[in-house]
C-alpha cells in the first residue's frame, strides 16, 4: 500500500538531514515530504502545520520533531476527528526531566546546555552534533557524513527549538491519543535515555508499539537508513 508521509527533522541541523531517509521512504513508492522545526508554542503558526499535516496518512518525527509529530497528530484528532499514524525516531515525550517524568535530560544539564549556545552557538551545535552520532562504532564516519547535511539553521529558530524541548510533556498524549503509534529508541542514544523505551510501555496504551535498535545512536534515522525505512514499513504495512 502506498502512503502519504510527512517527515519532521529534529533539532539543530535542518530537514536535510533527513534526505537519505526521505529518498528511500520515496522508493518504496511512498509519497513524501520533509518538514523542519518549528514553533509549536505559537498557535497561529501550530494551526498552519496542522492543516498542512492533515493531508499526510503517516506523521514520522525524529528527536524533536517526533514532539512535534505527537502534538500535530493530536490537534488533527482533535480538529477533524481522523487518526493519523504517528511514528516517533528517538523521540522522548519528555526531552527535560520533569516531577511525573524523570527519565529524561537532567534539568541542570539542559540548563548548561542552553547557556553553552547563547554564547557560543557554532561550538555548541558542533558539541551537540557528536551527541547526536556518539554510541555507533561508526560515530566518526557517521559525524563526517552529517556535516555534508547540516544546513545553517536561524537562531531564533533554534531557541525556539529549545524552548520546545524544555517545556513540552506529551507523556498524556501517548497514553491517550486513539491512533496508531510507534515509538523506535537507539540502544547507545546519548541524549535520550534508553530506558525511556521500557517508561513508555509501562503506559501499557492502546495501539501503541516499542521497537528498539541494537548498537545505534541517537543519529539513526540519518546512519541507519535501510533498518529504519524497514521498521516503518513492518508497522505501516
Same mark, same amino acid.
Given at each position: 500500500?502506498i502512503?502519504?508521509?510527512?517527515?519532521?527533522?529534529?533539532?539543530?541541523?535542518?530537514?536535510?538531514?533527513?534526505?537519505?531517509?526521505?529518498?528511500?521512504?520515496?522508493?518504496?513508492?511512498?509519497?513524501?515530504?520533509?518538514?523542519?522545526i518549528?514553533?509549536?508554542l505559537?498557535?497561529?503558526?501550530?494551526?498552519?502545520?496542522?492543516?498542512?499535516?492533515?493531508?499526510?496518512?503517516?506523521?514520522?518525527?525524529?528527536?524533536?520533531?517526533?514532539?512535534?509529530?505527537?502534538?500535530?497528530?493530536?490537534?488533527?484528532? !482533535? &480538529?477533524?476527528? +481522523? =487518526?493519523?499514524?504517528?511514528? %516517533? $525516531?528517538?523521540?522522548?515525550?519528555?526531552? #527535560?526531566? @520533569?516531577?511525573d517524568?524523570?527519565?529524561?535530560?537532567?534539568?541542570?544539564?539542559?540548563?548548561?546546555? !542552553? &547557556?553553552s549556545? +547563547? =554564547?557560543?552557538?557554532?561550538? %555548541? $551545535?558542533?558539541?551537540?552534533?557528536?551527541? #547526536?552520532? @556518539?554510541g555507533?562504532?561508526?560515530?566518526?564516519?557517521?559525524?563526517?557524513a552529517?556535516?555534508?547535511?547540516?544546513?545553517?539553521?536561524?537562531?531564533?529558530?533554534?531557541?525556539?527549538?529549545?524552548?520546545?524541548?524544555?517545556?513540552?510533556?506529551?507523556?498524556?498524549?501517548?497514553?491517550?491519543?486513539?491512533?496508531?503509534?510507534?515509538?523506535?529508541?537507539?540502544?547507545?542514544d546519548?541524549?535520550?535515555?534508553?530506558?525511556?523505551?521500557?517508561?513508555?510501555?509501562?503506559?501499557?496504551?492502546?495501539?501503541?508499539?516499542?521497537?528498539?535498535?541494537?548498537?545505534?545512536?541517537?543519529?539513526?534515522?540519518?546512519?541507519?537508513?535501510?533498518?529504519?525505512?524497514?521498521?516503518?514499513?513492518?508497522?505501516?504495512?
Open positions: 500500500m502512503y502519504k508521509i510527512l517527515l519532521i527533522t529534529g533539532w539543530g541541523g535542518g530537514a536535510e538531514l533527513l534526505r537519505p531517509l526521505h529518498e528511500a521512504l520515496a522508493q518504496k513508492g511512498h509519497i513524501v515530504e520533509r518538514l523542519n518549528f514553533n509549536a505559537d498557535n497561529d503558526i501550530l494551526q498552519q502545520h496542522v492543516e498542512l499535516a492533515a493531508k499526510f496518512d503517516v506523521i514520522v518525527g525524529w528527536s524533536l520533531g517526533g514532539e512535534l509529530a505527537t502534538l500535530l497528530v493530536k490537534q488533527i484528532e !482533535k &480538529q477533524y476527528a +481522523e =487518526q493519523k499514524i504517528l511514528i %516517533t $525516531l528517538a523521540s522522548n515525550p519528555c526531552f #527535560v526531566a @520533569q516531577l517524568w524523570s527519565t529524561a535530560m537532567p534539568v541542570e544539564t539542559f540548563i548548561q546546555f !542552553k &547557556q549556545f +547563547e =554564547q557560543d552557538a557554532i561550538s %555548541t $551545535l558542533k558539541r551537540f552534533g557528536l551527541l #547526536v552520532c @556518539q555507533a562504532s561508526s560515530t566518526k564516519k557517521d559525524f563526517l552529517m556535516q555534508k547535511l547540516i544546513r545553517l539553521q536561524p537562531i531564533a529558530l533554534l531557541k525556539q527549538g529549545l524552548a520546545l524541548l524544555e517545556q513540552l510533556n506529551l507523556v498524556e498524549i501517548y497514553k491517550n491519543y486513539q491512533g496508531r503509534q510507534l515509538h523506535v529508541f537507539a540502544e547507545h546519548a541524549l535520550v535515555p534508553y530506558h525511556v523505551e521500557r517508561k513508555i510501555k509501562d503506559l501499557a496504551a492502546k495501539n501503541l508499539s516499542v521497537v528498539s535498535i541494537d548498537r545505534a545512536s541517537h543519529g539513526f534515522p540519518c546512519f541507519m537508513v535501510e533498518q529504519t525505512v524497514q521498521i516503518i514499513e513492518d508497522f505501516i504495512q
